[in-house]
């Protein structure tokens, strides 16, 4: 997902004040698989997403009935519960990879900036909260086959700064020497200095140098920023 999806998404509330709900719920039914332990969380989102003419093909009440469902049924929308017993994320990740030409929409109880990213990085479309009002969630859906993403508007300002970080991120690791590069990467790996000193035939305090200058050109305090910002591992 891009930026400028997540914005497209975002303005999607401002569109249906110009449109009217009626004319966002028309076009072609979006076939649901919908995944939740809470069978009376599953009969309510079921009934909120027939009513506005969606289809709820398969229900699934853990991570193996979702996986398996959607291999069956071949939804066009997946609505998975982020706490759903097996995990929500391995699910998503199981019914993304098994070929299925599906959308994973993520389904939680709050806004989590932590779990928006791992359910991105995951290939889930979308991230809605259990409060999205009962209409909005089938109108969201049904958008998805458009190829918009729908996220709560609360996280989408923490997405473009997620980008712009790694994006920041990049361009200082090319700052980085080869020596440096080799450095970091093992500092990844949880060598201390001594180690990191035999693994490349230098003496330490040629990698205490070398750790200073990469700290100095991340702009962080400590090997563990260095290694958390780059993600290195």
């Known amino acids: 997902m891009t930026p400028r999806q997540a914005l497209s998404e975002a303005g999607a509330e401002h569109r249906l004040g110009r449109t009217g709900a009626a004319d966002a719920l028309r076009g072609p039914t979006v076939r649901v698989l919908v995944a939740d332990a809470s069978p009376s969380e599953r009969a309510g989102v079921r009934r909120a997403l027939e009513d506005a003419g969606c289809a709820v093909c398969a229900e699934a009440a853990d991570a193996r ?42 389904f939680a109880r709050s806004s989590n900036e932590r779990d928006l990213f791992a359910a991105l990085e995951t290939g889930a479309c979308g991230y809605l909260t259990k409060s999205t009002d009962p209409e909005r969630l089938a109108i969201a859906l049904k958008r998805v086959l458009e190829g918009e993403a729908p996220l709560p508007r609360t996280l989408v300002a923490r997405l473009i700064e ?48 070398h750790i200073a200058s990469i700290l100095k050109k991340l702009g962080v305090p400590d090997r563990e920023a260095a290694v958390r910002v780059t993600g290195v591992r």
């Open 65 to 106: 009935e979702a996986v398996e469902a959607a291999a069956r049924e071949r939804p066009d929308v997946c609505l998975v519960d982020t706490e759903l017993p097996g995990g929500g994320l391995p699910a998503a990740a199981a019914i993304l990879g098994n070929g299925a030409d599906t959308s994973v929409v993520m």
């Open 162 to 209: 997620e980008f712009q970080e790694r994006h920041r991120r990049r361009r200082t690791l090319r700052d980085l020497t080869g020596r440096e590069e080799e450095v970091l990467e093992l500092l990844g790996q949880g060598l201390d200095t001594a180690e990191i000193a035999a693994r490349l035939f230098v003496a330490p305090v040629t990698v205490r140098t």
